[in-house]
């Protein structure tokens, strides 16, 4: 992949870090919806190269960015004789035609990627995070391929460091596996305006390879907790349970004074997301929604001067989801009628609980329960409670009819000498009979002689 002097050549570049690796930044609160999101594009606009104030790297047009350049794609080959994992799409969630930034980094560390974020709020928290993917695989290099380490920096347009985190040495991994890095920050008054820096501390050579996605500024503040009645993160309510009340509770901390509080529903998975009328407290009652489907709830949370600019510090719980769903359908039903003596079998629909009950005080709790030998005390009504894996509830019954077995009786034995004859005097409770041995006789005749 590349000539083994380069990662002699480049030791003697490695500049000594001082900063604080040790410091796990991402915000320890809850966060709003992302107010800078940059995922690098998708399908149909073609990639092409990074306006030049982002990065001095250089641009390739296809795929396998040799040291020092980089591509922007919504796929990637595995380069390099399949040291680079092969990759099918980029980080961006339900966005497969995505883009992302594939940096093969540049023999001296240095900055990869610098920007201005404008619009951001004074005196307010956020969280700027990145995802990155170690691209190599472990067994490049003989096992020795140089891990990306990034250090990530918010400026001042003035230069002035506010925060700065260092990634520490990226792992490879036998699967490519996407992580979260970043820090949290709070811009000074009158601050509008910072510059994102991320750095490349490694050294160029066999490895440093990495892919970056979908860096976010997102409002840090405090942490909400939110449950479905006290205790739960999502519930079922069924077709037949119009009255159901579902109470949504939530713990804000640190909570201050100026709290604003304002519920949401999605019903489309949480890709959109509006305000419900009057939802305004800690609690919300919901009731039942007309028809089928899943809903999702979320808690926005203002705390602050800034109600007006939900921007600037609303922050957001995590979703609970209530699912409304068709109540199942027992449908029981049986091989009756069956003559006595024979195996009654029973069948139902799908379900998670069943609990069979009916005459001579049967029960059962098997999907299809079989009575072997039934007998006529199992003549009548046999119910089906079944339970869904929801929780929703179905009862039905069905008929079963044993037919009684024929009585049979051939008469009082008779004794006679041969060449005489005697007339047999059977009885039956059935139409269809014969006498056996059937010699000299009327098999189908009750009193044949």
Not at 272 to 301: E, M, N
Request: proline letters at 6%; a negative charge.
């Amino acid at each position: 992949m590349r000539c083994p002097y380069k990662k002699l050549i480049a030791l003697i570049f490695i500049p000594v870090i001082f900063l604080n690796k040790g410091m796990a930044q991402l915000c320890e609160g809850s966060l709003g919806d992302p107010v800078i999101n940059i995922t690098f594009g998708s399908s149909p606009d073609l990639p092409g190269p990074l306006d030049a104030t982002l990065t001095n790297y250089n641009y390739i047009s296809g795929s396998c960015p040799d040291d020092g350049a980089y591509t922007i794609g919504s796929s990637s080959p595995a380069c390099f004789s399949s040291t680079w994992h092969a990759l099918s799409q980029d980080h961006t969630p339900n966005d497969t035609s995505g883009f992302m930034m594939i940096v093969n980094a540049s023999f001296a560390p240095g900055d990869f990627y610098i920007k201005n974020v404008d619009g951001l709020c004074d005196n307010t928290t956020y969280e700027f995070a990145a995802w990155i993917l170690n691209v190599l695989t472990p067994d490049a290099c003989s096992f020795a391929g140089i891990k990306p380490n990034v250090t990530f920096k918010i400026e001042t347009v003035d230069g002035t460091v506010l925060q700065s985190y260092q990634t520490g040495d990226i792992p490879s991994s036998a699967v490519a596996s996407w992580k979260q890095y970043g820090l949290y920050f709070t811009t000074p008054a009158g601050t509008n305006t910072v510059v994102i820096r991320m750095t490349n501390n490694a050294p160029g050579g066999c490895g440093n390879d990495l892919v970056l996605d979908d860096i976010t500024f997102r409002p840090c503040g405090a942490k909400i907790d939110v449950q479905i009645d006290n205790n739960s993160d999502s519930a079922f309510i069924c077709e037949d349970d119009i009255s159901s009340i579902l109470t949504f509770s939530s713990t804000v901390v640190p909570y201050v004074s100026n709290t604003t509080y304002q519920w949401q529903k999605s019903i489309d998975n949480g890709m959109s997301w509006t305000d419900i009328a009057g939802a305004t407290d800690k609690f919300y009652k919901r009731s039942r929604t007309p028809g089928l489907g899943i809903f999702h709830y979320r808690l926005a949370v203002i705390q602050g001067d800034f109600a007006s600019v939900p921007a600037c510090s609303r922050v957001l719980s995590h979703t609970l989801i209530v699912s409304q769903v068709k109540n199942p359908v027992a449908n029981p039903t049986s091989n009756s009628p069956i003559c006595e003596g024979s195996p009654l079998k029973f069948k139902a629909n799908d379900a998670s609980l069943y609990a069979w009950t009916g005459p001579a005080n049967f029960s059962s709790i098997e999907s299809f329960p079989v009575i072997d030998n039934a007998g006529l005390q199992f003549n009548g009504k046999f119910f089906l409670k079944i339970v869904s894996a929801e929780g929703c509830v179905d009862t039905a019954s069905t008929t079963v009819d044993i037919i009684p077995g024929p009585l049979v009786d051939a008469g009082n034995d008779e004794n006679i000498c041969e060449g005489e004859s005697v007339r047999l005097h059977g009885s039956v409770t059935v139409n269809n009979f014969e006498w056996q041995p059937a010699l000299a006789i009327s098999s189908n005749v009750l009193d044949p002689i």
